[in-house]
């Protein structure tokens, strides 16, 4: 792969946040450039080893919850061979046991492409188990399992990762149309991790567009409407903390990122969909020098996170209506408007924004602060691993 590199940076605390990168070659081809390896040169070449090397060490998670099975499969025949999948589904059990299908799909896939992978579903008992016997009771509802939610199954799904001994942990939805998109985005977590200095790093996907058919015509829109509020809310965030207005942030709320697990289990987390936008405010939070930190060692190394640009168009589906866009608004303004790093103008700002757009209602005071997760460093890995039964969920031999 050729990338640009980040034409500039925005440091805040010990978070440095780079620019969006841009995808020049999505194959950079075998020869070695001597050209290529000048310092001043604009553009980053990455091995096929370096990106095969970091996907040995990377799961992939997939958050599901009633999708179409086609767009499940595709999504997992996208993902590069070397990365092990995790699927975290959240379907419906009843009247029709989607999750069984799901899991019959799954492991004909991967029979066939001789792959390994784990599928729990998010509210079952053995899921519940691990977090029960690893001593982080606060992802339990009052029923004893995991919580529903999108954020729930990613945390979830970050600790079977961890369990896995995997060092890097990818996002991918399960409603990608296009499984061609869907490897491109791994192999830019793997070319933004390639770039990391620090063990704490961070990747996050900028669509390139995402296509919408208007008067029958394609239409390629830059940007969506969740992801345009969120950005320019955290960037106004950001701003109005460094005294100089910046507009670096182009991955406010990406659903479509990747963390080192030694960043994901630093992090503190939030539910729903207001988890990716919380990514940043926390860090902002955490690792700003703002704020005291619970975790000095990340102060001391530094954090990075990487934008990366897609070349594909994000084509997925898109039939889930304005009340969903309305809570991911919601969500993701309402993080950033109960951080205690948030300042009175700001608050007032997205107050208005929601009310402008009807996302809450007039008389409303403040937004709904969303359910909030403490770091998973804090949970006993070796306790919860014994509890966990592979075989059982994946189609692999407990170890
Ligand atoms: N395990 C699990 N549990 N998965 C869920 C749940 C849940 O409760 N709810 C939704 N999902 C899965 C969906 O099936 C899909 O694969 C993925 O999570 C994203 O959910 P969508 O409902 O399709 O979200 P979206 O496409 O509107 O928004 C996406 O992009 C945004 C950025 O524009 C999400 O990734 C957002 O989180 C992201 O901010």
Known sequence: MRIELPVNAERFGSNLFYAVQKVFELDGGIDTDDAFSNPFHVVRKISAEELFAIERDMAVIIPIKDERLRLLEGVLCGIPHACFPIILSNSQREPIDRYRMEQAMVDNFCRFAKK??????????????????????????????????????????????????????GFIDADNFFPGSVLEYVRLF?????????????????????????DSELFFARLGRVTRITNQFV????????????????????GEHAMSMDLALALDYSSGFSVETNHFVNMLEKFGGVLPTTHPEVMRNGVEVFQMQSRNPHFHEATKGDDHLKEMIEGSLSVLYHSPLCPETLKKEILHELKRHKIISASKKEPTNPRRYPSLSKMNFEKAAKVLDWEKHSNMPNV
């Not at 200095?197 to 208007?214: A, C, D, G, L, N």
């Not at 106004?236 to 709320?253: K, P, R, V, W």
Request: charged share 20%; proline share 1%.
């Open 116 to 169: 390994k992978y784990a599928m729990f579903h998010q509210r079952s008992a053995d899921l519940a188990e691990v977090f029960k016997k690893g001593g982080y009771h606060d992802l339990l509802g009052e029923d004893g399992l995991v919580r529903n939610g999108k954020a729930e199954g990613m945390i979830a799904a970050i600790v079977l990762a961890r369990l896995l001994g995997k060092k890097y942990i």
């Open 190 to 214: 793997s070319a933004g991790f390639s770039q990391a200095k620090t063990e704490y790093s961070m990747v996050r996907v900028q669509w390139h567009s995402k296509p919408k058919i208007i």
């Open 235 to 254: 960037n106004q965030l950001l701003s109005l903390h460094t005294g100089f207005e910046s507009d670096i942030i182009l991955t406010g709320n990406a």
